[in-house]
């Protein structure tokens, strides 16, 4: 009954490559997002989706394209894959806040992408 | 801007000692969220504590507390009774609430629990 799922878990691959990572939530959230952690552990939002609707979109080169089929889905493709994508991908997904800026975010476990 | 800033890249606590977690934001929204997440070596992000920038009291969750102090802008987050299985990567987070969902966090300390 995992609340915010993300697969695959671990994803290596040659660079030049086009890879997916799929997130599914059951927590009847609104909101989904897309996070890339880097080797520094930093955070940095990349994408999110409102009731499948685009809502952020940080500066992320256009290989990166998310797609949100459904309010509990948001997945992420990504083409051309290069050397500096190397990250840890974290899904998540929040409520509408019962009051300002109370959004809690679930996150998923995280999908470690190397690229070689 | 919205900036959240952790000075602390490492800290040590012995077991059952007290920890203070620092973190400063700078935002000009009036209404805003502060949590904390902590992220052990197993990677995944785990909620720990939230603040309402309205809040008049500090928020707790058991062994966590948050020392808000609207005016100097910090959101510290205070351990009590550390065990070794608070060692790991806290992340302070900022979400203000003109800025349609977006949460801003800092670069992370990493806390070790001594035995």
């Known amino acids: 009954d995992t609340a915010v799922s993300q697969t695959p878990k671990y994803l290596v691959t040659q660079m030049g490559n086009d890879k997916s990572i799929k997130c599914e939530q059951n927590l009847g959230h609104d909101t989904m997002y897309w996070y890339k952690q880097d080797s520094k552990k930093f955070l940095k939002i990349m994408f999110s989706y409102n009731n499948k609707e685009l809502i952020i979109n940080e500066t992320v080169p256009n290989r990166f394209s998310p797609k949100s089929p459904d309010k509990a889905h948001l997945n992420l493709h990504i083409n051309s894959l290069e050397l500096g994508d190397s990250a840890v991908y974290f899904c998540a997904s929040s409520q509408v806040p019962s009051k300002p800026g109370a959004n809690v975010l679930t996150f998923g476990a995280g999908s470690r992408l190397t690229v070689l | 801007a919205q900036k959240i800033t952790q000075t602390q890249p490492g800290m040590f606590v012995q077991e059952k000692e007290a920890v203070t977690l620092d973190c400063t934001y700078d935002t000009s929204d009036p209404s805003y969220g502060l949590f904390w997440y902590k992220q052990p070596s197993s990677g995944e992000m785990i909620f720990l504590i939230y603040q309402g920038s309205y809040d008049q009291q500090n928020a707790t969750e058991g062994r966590y507390s948050l020392n808000f102090q609207k005016a100097r802008k910090s959101a510290n987050l205070v351990i009590s009774a550390s065990q070794l299985g608070d060692s790991a990567m806290y992340f302070c987070?900022?979400?203000?609430?003109?800025?349609?969902?977006?949460?801003?966090f800092g670069t992370g300390t990493s806390l070790t629990v001594i035995p």
């Open positions: 987070a900022m979400s203000p609430e003109n800025t349609g969902n977006q949460f801003y």
